[in-house]
């Protein structure tokens, strides 16, 4: 394990009206849930932040890191959406491992530390294949996983693209369709194959938007699109990775040949570490399930926010809005409960407001639905407010995680 503390006598400062109390809250994953109730409780209580990164990164705009065309342009773009995470948080203790197991009282990792805790924060939230999020779950290829080391995975995916012509894009979601349309505009002399298994694209986002991205794309020369397929690698897992080209198996047998391969489909909340301890936290779909307070109804003490939980009664869509939202509820109820208030006074989540969210299509346009209002540009072909508007998100989010 690797810790990155303070000086002592910056650790444990007194904050405003209320003393610092003598409470250990670990929390468990250092995205942007774990980063903002880092910092608004690291003067309130004794706070651990664990996670196998050494980094933070704004991954909704992951996608135009992955869309550069040059070495300097990509690192100056990952360099506006990262940052190290231990000057961050000046009054918490900072620990890069990899949680393996969580039990009623500790968080084990994969080096052998334990680490007790009096309330624990569960910001786990999911996975996805690479380059789309750093893999760190079930093992990473090294902890602590360095910004350095994802700068040279990035780069190398770059070239990888530059020196392709048949690129394949399994997966005809939001990141599915985000890259596409990325790819097709800054690369219009390659050709991109966008699969999607579902009839059309964006299935969980309304039908206009779906239909939209289909007709932007099916004017973008450089583009197929397969619907009612799932494309599968016919090489092992390790040969599929290693360099070469990538031999694709459709539903019918076919084969399908390409250079390089992009796989968006597959995300599952990382609680691998909850399951041989704590299994009854878990839903069906590995989920953790808490109360409308956001801690769970078996251990008050254990709370969960974010993409990696499921609110009693209420769907929980993995939208940083509605993360947000979340998060600030949560750090109103650990710190309610640090100061002695009991579950049955603590606020209650009541689902996100206003529904919103913005798909973008390449660097310079994208769809946009905020309630019933949803924009689809001229002639559906996306509008220009969708990449300001992302922009203006993003540099609020990263802001205050940051």
Not at 77 to 87: C, D, F, M, W, Y
Not at 116 to 126: E, H, K, R
Request: net charge neutral.
């Amino acid at each position: 394990t690797h810790t990155h503390t303070h000086p002592k006598e910056m650790v444990w400062p007194f904050s405003g009206e209320h003393p610092k109390v003598d409470k250990t809250v670990v929390i468990v994953g250092a995205g942007w849930c774990g980063l903002v109730a880092a910092k608004a409780l690291q003067d309130k209580c004794n706070v651990v932040l664990v996670d196998p990164k050494t980094y933070y990164e704004y991954t909704p705009s992951i996608i135009t890191v992955l869309g550069q065309t040059t070495e300097g342009r990509l690192l100056e773009r990952l360099h506006k959406i990262t940052a190290e995470t231990a000057p961050i948080l000046p009054h918490a203790r900072v620990v890069y491992g990899l949680a393996t197991k969580v039990d009623a009282t500790h968080v084990h990792l994969a080096d052998g530390e334990s680490i007790a805790y009096d309330y624990l924060l569960l910001t786990l939230g999911s996975s996805t294949r690479e380059p789309f999020k750093t893999q760190t779950s079930p093992a990473p290829a090294a902890v602590p996983y360095t910004l350095a080391m994802r700068e040279q995975a990035l780069l190398a995916q770059m070239r990888s693209v530059q020196a392709a012509q048949r690129i394949l894009v399994v997966g005809g979601g939001t990141t599915g369709v985000e890259l596409a349309g990325e790819l097709c505009q800054r690369y219009p002399d390659k050709h991109i194959t966008l699969v999607q298994s579902a009839a059309t694209l964006l299935p969980q986002l309304p039908s206009k938007m779906g239909k939209a991205a289909q007709a932007f794309f099916e004017h973008q020369r450089n583009v197929t699109l397969v619907f009612g397929q799932k494309y599968k690698p016919k090489a092992t897992d390790a040969a599929a990775t290693a360099e070469g080209p990538k031999v694709f198996v459709d539903n019918d047998g076919a084969e399908h040949t390409f250079d390089v391969a992009f796989n968006a489909i597959g995300v599952r909340p990382n609680t691998d570490c909850l399951k041989p301890a704590l299994p009854e936290l878990l839903t069906a779909q590995g989920y953790v399930q808490v109360t409308p307070q956001l801690h769970t109804a078996s251990h008050p003490n254990i709370f969960a926010v974010g993409d990696v939980c499921q609110v009693d009664g209420l769907d929980t869509p993995d939208t940083l809005k509605v993360g947000g939202e979340m998060i600030d509820l949560c750090i109103h109820n650990l710190t309610a409960v640090l100061r002695g208030k009991t579950p049955d006074h603590l606020k209650q989540w009541k689902g996100e407001g206003t529904k919103a969210c913005a798909v973008t299509l390449g660097p310079s346009v994208g769809l946009l639905s905020f309630g019933p209002l949803i924009q689809t540009g001229l002639f559906g072909r996306g509008t220009n407010i969708v990449p300001h508007a992302k922009w203006v998100y993003e540099r609020r989010y990263v802001h205050r995680a940051t």
